[in-house]
């Protein structure tokens, strides 16, 4: 092995388990910026970083957190890829494992597996102030004596122990490789039979029983395999009773193991953890609270965005118009940046507060250790329908997108389960139905206070998540008991200690999303809005604009008054917009959307989301900034004032918002959600089964929605 001074690149992975502070390590020693969060299952790919070590550049890859070499789930498998050297990936020079001092016992069964690889491993010691205060002592040296490789206490949220992890890195990294051993023994039958037929196949001890076990490594070779077949007949046993054997005697070592090197002064400081647990978790009590703290988010969504919500209208809606129609002459140029641009992007980024402060709250539950409960709570529900707690957290990183929801189902080891929480993902309400939600809900739901601090508002959006909750439960059982019929697998989901929330992460994790959205009305939603403004401003009729100018005239002449003249330039514009492109479009449309109580503009919003689903606001802005002043640019007032140009009735109504909600609470309309999709279940049959029985429910519900509200109304 080649010293750290002669090589110029070297590749260190970082494996440990799920919510070990692997991830909040690879940060510290890497500055990157990612995400962590305090339940299982955020990393779900590898992720790499640069970490400068004595002047040589080491390639650090952050490993997806797993429980075990021996993959059962696709991220398990990405980690043992990269630790085994195998499907293209080079062996790394070294292993940092990450294991948390308060889980020690259970940690160390990874640990175990990565030491016995022979690879020159370094184990990194997390959690240990949070030991302390659950009265929790280690003797690390002892501990190091054991493991027979370095151990190194760090406390990466604050910078500790990195350089200590540096020096045993160097330290390690320029020692020849061991030779793969295990410190735990089996019975004697089968430690007799490894021995005796390892050197026939010319093969380790521990390549040998791993070969024996079906725990096949890129050292099985067929010559090995024939030597296992051998061993197996032998003893009498298959593969199963093999691995039962390795597990239980593993088990054995990491309990002794634990009990040499730790040393409890009390558990006091668990009596908090306990005592909220006690409520949190209570079978009666657990649910309730979940919905109020729920519904206390969704509340302050609206409460607290008010404010800057109104700042960023002010700029959208009345500066920047002014300030364009100031520089410009009335023309293509001025209606493009007014009518198309402006009014697109302007009506989206005025969710952006919203967006925020539910990805704050979002944030600080997760980082505190109150989501993963949330698991447990629901873990008795989705069993009903067919999932398993583990579907929990791809299901809740659908509330911010589907997109990241359905990579982490490769968290899932069972492929009927992962497959049902991937159809099931998009009904889980993502942001980008947030904006269509504010939107409508502004304007047509009286922000009237209902009981303490609730307010209607906040009940509707509630109401809306749970609906998106509901619907995926139903659906998955529905799923789970026909087309994807098979048991439903246990709950196995680690529960951190109550933290308090990292600022920083916060603050991150907000300048993160922020910037994600922006990027997004910069791009996607800029382009739609110029594509959405040349259909709807094309092609121009010179009847209609000569028929327009000659009645302005006239009214201008007898003096008309600005509301007159303002009825006229709606009237005209609402008939431009009927011989547009996407008049037309949308007038093709109106007989299928016509039960739903849609007209053709609705439509061409509805068409627009299929790009991304806050899109319908954009397009909603052009529509109804096409024709109007500058100083008449509100987007809900403007929804609000519509009128049919046939019988003057109100083209928006409660029962019509209401209709949509619904129709966006289930309809699947992004396409980046379905090639995603596509990409995990490696083909279009299930995107495309998802659209439609989405589509349908949608249409479905939506109706329903209507022909109640008609019978009540």
Partial sequence: MATVAAQSSLTVALAGNPNSGKTTLFNAITGMRQKTANYPGVTVECKTGAWDVDGAHVNVIDLPGCYSLIPRSPDEK????????????????????????????????????????GRPTIVALT???????????????????????????????????????????????????????????????????????????????????????GQHTPACTDRLEKVALRVRSELGVDEETVRRFIVEARYNWQRDVTRDVVRE??????????????????RVFGPPILLVVLALVFQAVFSWASYPQSWISTVTDNWLPHLVDSFLAPGPLQSLLT????????????????????????????????????????????????????????????????????????????????????????????????PVYALLIAAFIPARKLFGPFGMQGIVLLGLYLMGILGAMLVAAIFRRTILRGPTPPLLLELPPYRAPRLKTVLLTLVERGRTFLVSAGTIIFAVSIVLWALFSFPKSDAIEQKFAGERANLVTLQASPAQLSQLDNQFAAERLQHSFAGYLGRALEPVLAP????????????????AREVFVSTMGVVYGVGSTATDRNLSEQLKSDRDSQTGAPVWTPLVAMTLLVFYAFALQCVSTMAVMKRETNGWKWPAFAFAYMGILAYGAALLTRQIGMRIL
């Fill in 339 to 434: 009518n198309g641009v402006i009014a697109g992007v302007g009506a989206v980024i005025t969710f952006l507060p919203q967006i925020l402060l539910l990805y704050l709250f979002l944030t600080i539950l997760e980082d505190s250790g109150y989501l993963a409960r949330a698991a447990f709570i629901l873990d008795h529900t989705m069993s009903k329908v067919g999932l398993s707690g583990r579907s929990f957290i791809p299901l809740l990183s659908s509330f911010a997108c589907a997109i990241p929801g359905i990579m982490a189902t490769r968290t899932i080891p069972h492929q009927k389960d992962r497959l049902a929480t991937i159809l099931v993902a998009p009904l889980m309400t993502c942001s980008a139905r947030l």
């Fill in 78 to 117: 990405v980690a043992a890829d990269v630790v085994f050297g195998r499907d293209g990936h080079r062996f790394p020079d070294a292993v940092i494992c990450v294991v948390d001092v308060t889980n020690l016992a259970r940690h160390l069964y990874l640990a175990g597996q990565v030491i016995e690889t």
């Fill in 265 to 282: 002064s009390g558990r006091k400081g668990s009596d908090s953890t306990r005592r909220l647990d006690d409520i949190l978790l209570h």
């Fill in 596 to 611: 739903l109580g849609f007209d053709w503009k609705i439509g061409i919003g509805i068409i627009g989301s299929f790009a």
């Fill in 127 to 213: 959690m240990v102030d949070a030991a302390e205060r659950l009265g929790l002592r280690i003797d690390s040296r002892k501990l190091s004596k054991h493991l027979k490789v370095p151990v190194v206490e760090v406390c990466a949220s604050k910078g500790q122990g990195i350089g200590e992890l540096r020096v045993a890195l160097m330290d390690t990294i320029n020692r020849p490789w061991l030779t793969p051993d295990r410190a735990y023994r089996l019975p004697p039958a089968i430690e007799s039979r490894i021995k005796e037929y390892a050197p026939l196949a010319d093969a380790t001890d521990m390549q040998t029983l791993y070969c024996v076990a």
